[in-house]
């Protein structure tokens, strides 16, 4: 269990770059898309390191991509709270969906390709969208946090910044501005309970492939934690990060899990040990997002790690 | 039928051919064969002799006598003889497996295993492709368990039959003995990946996962397993036993709900099994020890968590729990003792059930202790719903030995070498000396084992013994690092081992890692509270588990709600310590008023933080009337009375409070004096605050929160009485973070203490924070505040240095206390600036000496900000602001306008209805003007008045409010709407506002309609306004100079222009637009007048404006061109020259005009030597490419044309 380092894209789009995610594909290598503050998205082929295309259409930055199991389309949201729905080859636009600004943050297309899930920032709710028709087929609103009376202003300090699937489908986790994970039932559209344990915004959310119940999530307060999402038990509390964590992801084995962090480092976590087994400094700024590509062709226990960042540029490692 | 035919009709053929040829016995086989296929008895006698034919005349033919063995195997039952034939067979061909396999079939019935090998050998000895011979060696080779040798066997033969399940199936059994688990694995998965209904290899490989601890894949599997035989013993009873080793490490990492309802499942599932196969006592082991853990780790369910503890639910809940664990130590119990009854053999099955029974009985103990208190039927009631059994006690028979003593006895009678044993029987045991003496015994069989000497620790310490404890624990440390007892062993020993609060955290902390125990987590919860790491993830993770496992203990709930506390989540506090008080108050505790006094205290302090002061002030009159109100209750209880408007009380608590201060211990001295200055200041004002203070004792105030106190009440107070108290206390301020907080405290006091009607001293507090900053320049909270205070000055260059003195890191989110965060200040520095940016330089040049630096990237920055706080309104009204100011810039495109029409009315229409104070307001009206400004610009009149008109009803000081009258009166102006706009103007003068921009637009506006009655009046007020501010005071009004002579212009009224401007330019000399413009006017002047007096005028301006422009290396484009023109009309053709060629370098490479080529054609192609300075490019174009530059620029000038036309016949006639 180890990451080397591969490559480095300097300066792959002009300003900070805030999200990325993998392009499943049935031939050739998987490939990797970008969201930055420039207010573009890039496709990037991770063994050439040449930027494929360049999506362009949104007004402001580019806060969140998220693609289609299928990987023949995407979704890309910016500050200004358009959704766009994009074909991924071809960049034509598949369907444009609008929130209010400041309802739209972090997407996820659901395992099963039927959904999307979007975070809904200040309207403290998680949005679905049928991915057929491109209608909003539900919402699924955080309950307001007991014991807080009605006339403090609690609706601001819930934004809705992370949402997550876990991987049977059955449950939406999203993570909010004061630190709770809320757990849903997508079936029955209901709000089960609160995940305890954050102090500070919780700004990313992955589930444990190999288990529906293993959640885990990244903090501003510098921890990543591990949960029992039904049973609502922190299980463990991984310190190590010297500022925000701002992204999580887990292999596809389920047996690690990378973060990219405010302190400009990449840890990769030893779930058995429940420590950071490495540290890698590839940036120089702070790192938004790490991503997980698909298992490797050839060998199944390795993959691809991607890690983007302020200081503009992509970092590619082998997962193995 | 065709197919039989056919045969007949070969035979026939055969036959006929064996009458010419009775001697070939190839054909003597082969009709054999024909025959025996027929199938007919009378016809396989027939082959039979065809066969004994073919062998005599050939005797090297092996299938013949193969034949001839089924012959006399299948036909006569004659064993003997079918075995020669047989054997013949494959002596003349080892690889013919059906001799080979029948021929070891009859062996095999008849037991001769060795001639089997033999035969088998043979085969293989002759030819290596015999793979018959390898499979059937393989099957006897694990058969036999020569597993080694099997597996080589196995694999040749696979090589012969690659899709024989049965071959990987016994590749993998022998795979699995060797201790090979991976292989094993994978032959297993090649077997169900031919054949999938092989329970077998399924339920063999999931005991390789098992043992592997691949629990999840064990389980994966046996489900797999059981779908294809669900009544499979082996199956039922691999995954109850990978179900509890899932719980486990469930339970290990403290998920215990989970592993609770994976016991659940378990359990079930070996109830199943033992269903089935009622006596094998492994099943009831099996079903015992998921009962066990079961027993340990249920957690008690807190689904209530309303705010008023329903005390009878709390215990009710309690008690199902207590039942539940109790049940199913109970069902533990009887479960080892079916298993030992079914094999009283097993040693270890007595230590089991000593285990089980020792939890028994700890569960009951607890129990009757916990009830001591309660009446006997109560008892009685509660224990029959438990199903304690209470009447029947059960008589002791021996007084020395307890029953899981004697059960761990039991064990050791069996196998006494065995220090596992000993070890139980010392954990189990109730005397010190047994226990002391089994560990010893544990420790004498195998001196390496770090468990017991952990014990014997855990032991000595609790006899008192600490240096031997210290020794036994430091033993189990060097030996065994992973084993958490000696971790918090030493932790508990803190005090003697002389360890920091922290060290001991950590190592308490290190032993909760290992083992979330509910000992170690409660006793990590107290050393967190002692070492000030309450708010610590672990400790929270720690203490919540602990609560799931001990909800009857009130320290649990209590530490559970310290540490709610500590991470501000008061409402879960409240609720622990209600539950906390709860359990003290129904179960019997021995020091129970001491408790109640702590945990009523928490709560009350609790409450009182969750605003719920009324319940907070009942908790602490309980508590006085039980004479339990110690410091910290009387400080809660007079703020909460505080809080409740209950002002004569809180000071009547106060004094009570002041009056103990001599009898308390130091620490709280401070807090209490502090917290009696601030009420007396909230309650009863500045001055009796100030008076208590000056009668207070000196030596009171000696700490650094006590001077922050005094000093806040000094900046608040005008009469300086507090001056000697404040600076003797400020000697106590020790570290820098207090020095520089104490700074800022004192530069926000300098702009109270220099105020002047609404507007604070600002340019006070600026000079103070600058002498502090160059103290302490590393400081961030200061340089914030600075710039904070920079952004509200009305200076202009204070604005451009706000942004340059905050330090904005992005990996630096400690939080700093600021007012405001160093991205709103630039952000507000970004909108506020008066400067344009020169973000698109097709439209913009810099005039003014200040330049905004960070200006181009606002945008972005303030979009990264968002980035990071998406949930920041005031960031994303900002950025509206800014974009606001981009579309400004670019002339309101109309793309811009679009964005900014949808982010200013979603803004509009949901965040600022809720919130009405006074900022909240201002944001309103701000984004109002920014909408009514964008349907202005986009020329709809009608919203523009609406939004202006929202704005002007808003709620706020008068001189904001202008503005929205000043945009009505432009939105009229726009409509034509003279009559309003008349109004609107009234309005505004009666309005009046502070700042200039305001007048100078008015101004603006009212003169291009000529609405102006006494023109006077509007300068006056302008004059009048801000005179408080001193470096941009002729600034603003070279500006209004600069306007008044622009209306001029509008009249054509020339020479009273030129005089406004001229008293601009002396007025200010910062920025080179003031000279430009009189330059101009001079110009058109001289022209009008052809008064060289004007011309020299104009390049003295001209010049001005050049120089300004060139110190700041911003060349400014037609500012040459003029003085170009002016130098040219005064006839320095030299200077002309310079200046035209300065014009063509003032323009960036491709903006540059027509008319400048036109212009540049008219300079001589050989320009004198002496400018060289200039690129060659300048001088090497002919005049006609000039020109035809000009025209590809525009080619619809005619003027040029004549020109080029001109240029022509120059040509020619040349």
């Not at chain 2, 035209?1140 to 008319?1155: C, I, S, V, Y």
Request: with cysteine.
């Amino acid at each position: 269990m180890k990451i080397s380092s591969l490559n480095t894209i300097e300066s792959a789009h002009d300003d900070s770059i805030w999200t990325a995610t993998w392009v499943p594909s049935d031939a050739g290598p998987p490939y990797l898309l970008t969201g930055s503050l420039d207010e573009c998205v890039r496709v990037w082929n991770p063994d050439t390191l040449e930027n494929i295309h360049t999506n362009s259409g949104h007004c402001l930055g580019v806060v969140s991509v998220a693609v289609h199991p299928s990987g023949r389309i995407a979704a890309s949201a910016s500050i200004d709270s358009f959704i766009r729905v994009f074909d991924v080859v071809t960049n034509n636009t598949v369907a444009t969906l609008e929130a209010p600004p400041s309802e739209v943050w972090q997407l996820n297309f659901n395992p099963q390709g039927t959904t999307l899930a979007v975070a809904g920032g200040s309207s403290t709710a998680i949005k679905l969208w049928d991915t057929a028709q491109w209608q909003l087929i539900g919402t699924l609103s955080v309950p307001r946090p007991e014991g807080l009376k009605p006339s403090e202003k609690s609706n601001s300090k819930k934004f809705v910044l992370s949402v997550a699937w876990s991987v049977d489908g059955q449950r939406i986790a999203c993570g909010s501005m004061d630190g709770t994970i809320s757990i849903f039932d997508v079936a029955r559209a209901k709000f089960l309970h609160h995940l305890e344990g954050h102090c500070m915004p919780v700004r990313s959310l992955v589930y444990s492939p190999v288990d529906a119940r293993v959640l885990f999530s990244a903090s501003d307060d510098g921890h990543v934690h591990v949960y029992d999402a039904e049973g609502k038990t922190l299980i463990t509390s991984m310190s190590g990060h010297a500022s925000w964590v701002l992204s999580v992801d887990v292999t596809p084995d389920g047996q690690a899990i990378a973060s990219g962090s405010s302190d400009k480092s990449v840890r990769l976590w030893d779930l058995k040990m429940r420590t950071a087994t490495q540290i890698l400094n590839n940036h120089t700024d702070q790192v938004w997002a790490v991503a997980f590509g698909p298992p490797g062709r050839t060998d199944v226990r390795s993959c691809l790690l991607a890690s983007v960042s302020d200081d503009k540029s992509i970092a590619f490692y082998q997962y193995s | 039928m065709n197919d039989e035919s056919e045969k007949t009709f070969r035979i026939r053929e055969l036959q006929e051919s064996l009458e010419s040829q009775s001697e070939d016995p190839a054909l003597h086989f082969n009709l054999g064969i024909l025959l025996w296929e027929k199938g007919e008895d009378c016809n396989k006698e027939k082959a039979a002799e065809h066969f004994v034919r073919s062998a005599k005349l050939n005797p090297q033919n092996g299938p013949a006598f193969r034949y001839l063995g089924h012959y006399y195997h299948q036909f006569l039952a004659d064993s003997e003889r079918a075995l020669k034939c047989y054997q013949r067979a494959i002596t003349l061909d080892p690889q013919d497996s059906v001799a080979g396999e029948t021929l070891c079939d009859l062996l095999d019935q008849s037991g001769k295993e060795t001639l089997q090998f033999a035969i088998c050998n043979e085969a293989i000895s002759k030819s290596p492709r015999s793979f018959w011979a390898y499979r059937r060696l393989g099957f006897l080779q694990v058969h036999q368990s020569k597993w080694s040798e099997s597996i080589q066997s196995l694999q040749h033969a696979i090589r012969g039959y690659p899709t024989s399940a049965d071959l990987w199936e016994a590749l993998g059994l022998a795979y699995q003995q060797m201790g090979m688990f991976t292989a094993a694995i994978k032959s297993y998965g090649r077997a169900v990946e031919l054949e999938d209904y092989r329970v077998f290899a399924l339920v063999e490989s999931g005991n390789v996962f098992l043992m592997l601890g691949a629990f999840r894949k064990g389980v994966e599997v046996f489900h797999k397993a059981l779908k294809i035989s669900p009544q499979n013993v082996s199956a039922l009873y691999g995954l109850a036993s990978a179900l509890l080793s899932l719980a486990k490490e469930c339970v290990d990492t403290g998920a215990f709900k989970w592993g609770a309802s994976l016991l659940e499942e378990a359990s079930e599932v070996a109830l199943a099994c033992s269903s089935l196969e009622s006596n094998l006592s492994s099943i009831w082991k099996l079903h015992g020890d998921i009962q066990l853990l079961y027993a340990k780790c249920f957690p008690w369910m807190d689904e209530d968590r309303a705010l008023n503890v329903d005390g009878k639910k709390f215990i009710s809940s309690i008690l199902s729990w207590t039942r539940s664990c109790y049940q199913a130590s109970v069902a533990a119990n009887n479960s080892y003792q079916r298993a030992l009854h079914l094999a009283p053999w097993q040693a270890n099955l007595y230590a089991d059930i000593a285990v089980a029974e020792d939890l028994r009985s700890f569960l009951k103990e607890n129990w009757e202790k916990l009830t001591d208190s309660w009446s006997l039927p109560e008892k009685i009631a509660v224990g029959e719903a438990l199903g304690f059994f209470l009447k029947e006690n059960r008589k002791k028979l021996s007084h020395s030995w307890s029953l899981p003593e004697k059960m761990c006895l039991g064990g050791l009678l069996f196998e006494g070498h065995n220090n596992e044993f000993w070890v139980a029987l010392g954990c189990l045991s109730s005397s010190a000396t047994l226990k002391q003496h089994a560990f010893i015994r544990g420790l004498q069989l195998d001196v390496s084992q770090a468990v017991a000497w952990a014990y014997l620790g855990k032991l000595y310490w609790q006899e008192g013994q600490r240096e031997l404890a210290q020794h036994a624990f430091d033993r189990a440390r060097s030996i065994d690092p992973s084993l958490a007892l000696p971790w918090a062993g030493m932790a508990a020993d803190a005090y003697a081992r002389k360890l920091r609060p922290d060290d001991a955290f950590e190592c308490c902390l290190r032993a909760v890692q290992i083992l979330p125990l509910l000992g170690f987590q409660i006793g990590l919860a107290k050393l967190a509270h002692w070492s000030g790491n309450l708010s610590s993830f672990e400790v929270f993770g720690g203490i919540r588990q602990a609560v799931l496992r001990a909800p009857h203990c009130p320290e649990s709930h209590n530490l559970n709600g310290l540490v709610s506390e500590a991470r501000c989540d008061y409402h879960s506090a409240v609720i622990s310590y209600r539950m906390a008080r709860y359990s003290l108050s129904s179960f019997c505790h021995p020091t129970l008023k001491l408790h109640l006094q702590d945990v009523s205290i928490n709560l009350a302090r609790s409450l009182c933080q969750l605003g719920y002061a009324s319940d907070a002030v009942k908790e602490c009159e309980n508590l006085k009337k039980e004479g339990l109100l110690n410091a910290n209750g009387l400080q809660i209880y007079a703020l909460s009375l505080w809080q409740l408007g209950e002002r004569d009380l809180s000071l009547s608590v106060a004094r009570m409070l002041a009056a103990s201060i001599p009898s308390m211990e130091k620490a709280l001295v401070s807090s209490a004096v502090s917290f009696i200055c601030r009420l007396t200041y909230y309650v009863s004002g500045m001055d009796s605050a100030v008076k208590s203070i000056l009668k207070m004792p000196k030596h009171l105030f000696q700490s650094s929160k006590l001077s922050f106190v005094i000093s806040a009440i000094h900046t608040l107070d005008d009469s300086n009485q507090l001056e000697p108290v404040v600076s003797s206390s400020r000697s106590m301020l020790a570290s820098s973070g207090d020095r520089t907080a104490m700074h800022i405290l004192e530069s926000l006091g300098k702009l109270v203490k220099y105020r002047s009607g609404d507007t604070l001293g600002i340019q006070e507090g600026i000079s103070h924070l600058k002498k502090a900053l160059h103290m302490f320049p590393e400081d961030a909270s200061i340089r914030s505040f600075l710039g904070n205070l920079l952004v509200s000055s009305k200076e202009w260059e204070d604005l451009h240095v706000a942004t340059r003195c905050l330090t904005i890191d992005h990996c630096q989110h400690q939080k700093v206390e600021a007012l405001k965060s160093p991205w709103e200040i630039m952000g507000a520095g970004a909108v506020a600036c008066c400067t344009t940016k020169f973000d698109n330089e097709r439209f913009l040049f810099p005039t003014c000496q200040d330049q905004w630096h960070s200006g181009p990237k606002a945008i972005q920055k303030l979009q990264q900000c968002l980035h990071h706080e998406p949930w920041n309104h005031n960031v994303r009204y900002l950025l509206v602001l800014c974009y606001f100011q981009k579309a400004r810039e670019e002339r309101f495109p109309r793309y811009l306008c679009g964005i900014i029409e949808r982010l200013t009315d979603v803004a509009l229409s949901d965040q600022f209805n809720k919130d009405n104070n006074r900022s909240e307001l201002y944001k309103k009206f701000q984004l109002l003007l920014c909408a009514a400004e964008v349907a202005l610009q986009s020329g709809n009149a009608r919203n523009c008045i609406d939004h202006a008109q929202t704005a002007s009803q808003l709620l706020l000081p008068k001189d904001h409010l202008f503005f929205a009258h000043l945009l009505l009166c432009r939105a009229y102006s726009f409509e034509g709407n003279l009559v309003s706009l008349a109004k609107e103007y009234k309005r505004c003068m009666e309005l009046k506002t502070n700042w200039h921009i305001g007048w100078i637009g008015l101004k603006f506006i009212i003169s291009r309609h000529k609405l102006e009655n006494q023109p006077t009046e509007l300068s006056m007020l302008f004059e009048e306004c801000s005179k408080d501010i001193r470096s941009s005071w002729n600034m603003w009004m070279a500006i209004f100079s600069l306007m008044e002579g622009l209306i001029a212009i509008w009249t054509n009224d020339f020479l009273v222009a030129e005089e406004h401007l001229l008293q601009a330019c002396s007025l200010s000399t910062r920025d080179s637009c003031l000279y430009v413009c009189h330059g101009a006017i001079c110009m058109e002047l001289a022209k009008q007048h052809c008064d060289s007096l004007f011309l020299n005028r104009a390049i003295q301006s001209l010049k001005k404006a050049k120089q300004t422009s060139v110190q700041r290396r911003q060349p400014l484009p037609i500012v040459s061109l003029l003085l170009a023109q002016a130098e040219a009309s005064l006839g320095s053709k030299a200077k002309w020259e310079r200046n035209l060629q300065d014009e063509f370098f003032a323009w960036p490479p491709g903006l540059r005009p027509a008319e400048l080529f036109l212009q540049m054609s008219l300079l001589p192609t050989q320009s004198s030597k002496e400018s060289n300075a200039y690129p060659a490019m300048v001088h090497g174009q002919s005049r006609l490419r000039w020109v035809l530059q000009a025209i590809h620029m525009n080619p619809s000038c005619m003027r040029y044309w004549k020109v080029l036309q001109k240029c022509y016949a120059d040509m020619y006639t040349f």
